[in-house]
T-cell receptor, first 114, second 118 residues
Framework: ELKVEQNPLFLSMQEGKNYTIYCNYS?????LYWYRQDPGKSLESLFV?????AVKQEGRLMASLDTKARLSTLHITAAVHDLSATYFCAVARALTGTASKLTFGTGTRLQVTL | ETGVTQSPTHLIKTRGQQVTLRCSSQ?????VSWYQQALGQGPQFIFQYYREEENGRGNFPPRFSGLQFPNYSSELNVNALELDDSALYLC?????????????????FGSGTRLTVV
């Protein structure tokens, strides 16, 4: 059974500093997703990583994927308050030829303080 | 282009009752998946529908069932509600191309239905 683990579970960040969230998964996959969720809200797609060595950047967030290590990282550069939210990684696995499911990590709650 | 819409946004039900949640998929998306997110946890896969049939299921009992309609919209039905069914239910649509076998690269999630069972 595919397991997805994130750490840390909670991260208190100071504005202006850099931080990294780690996402480990237990079996091979060809797709890894990062989502952001604000309290009481739905999931906002941040990145889709499709291959080993993939790196994507959007603003202060950069995600990378190492499929050999089964590890993805989400790097935050110069944190700002607007980044406070819960971040999930999710790994896709095929169920059948036409079905696929996402297995989510436990989430990392980020809180940015002044 | 419209996104994924879910209704209702909030719902309170009594234990033992039945509930139906609705989802309209994003334009051009032909598959719909449902996820349950308990408070403080990551979403859990319930099932997926493609061409009006369930083609993938997670570890949920048969009292969780669904439908997909010709316009790709979907319903999630839960019978005999239990207190542990209280959660945010998320619908996600995605495009799947049978001919190429490519798809699922973009899941679009709806805003969810918050179900409280008392």
């Amino acid at each position: 059974e595919l397991k997805v683990e994130q750490n840390p579970l909670f991260l208190s960040m100071q504005e202006g500093k850099n931080y990294t969230i780690y996402c480990n998964y237990s079996t091979t996959s060809d797709r890894l997703y990062w989502y952001r969720q604000d309290p009481g809200k739905s999931l906002e797609s941040l990145f889709v990583l499709l291959s080993n060595g993939a790196v994507k950047q959007e603003g202060r967030l950069m995600a990378s994927l190492d499929t050999k290590a089964r590890l993805s990282t989400l790097h935050i550069t110069a944190a700002v308050h607007d980044l406070s939210a819960t971040y999930f990684c999710a790994v896709a696995r095929a169920l059948t030829g036409t079905a696929s499911k996402l297995t989510f990590g436990t989430g990392t709650r980020l809180q940015v303080t002044l | 282009e419209t996104g994924v819409t879910q209704s209702p946004t909030h719902l309170i039900k009594t234990r033992g009752q039945q509930v139906t949640l609705r989802c309209s998929s994003q334009s051009g998306h032909n598959t719909v998946s449902w996820y349950q997110q308990a408070l403080g946890q990551g979403p859990q896969f319930i099932f997926q529908y493609y061409r009006e049939e369930e083609n993938g299921r997670g570890n949920f009992p048969p009292r969780f069932s669904g439908l997909q309609f010709p316009n790709y919209s979907s319903e999630l039905n839960v019978n005999a509600l239990e207190l542990d069914d209280s959660a945010l239910y998320l619908c996600a649509s995605s495009p799947f191309h049978l001919r190429t076998g490519r798809g699922f690269y973009g899941y679009t999630f709806g805003s969810g239905t918050r179900l409280t069972v008392v």
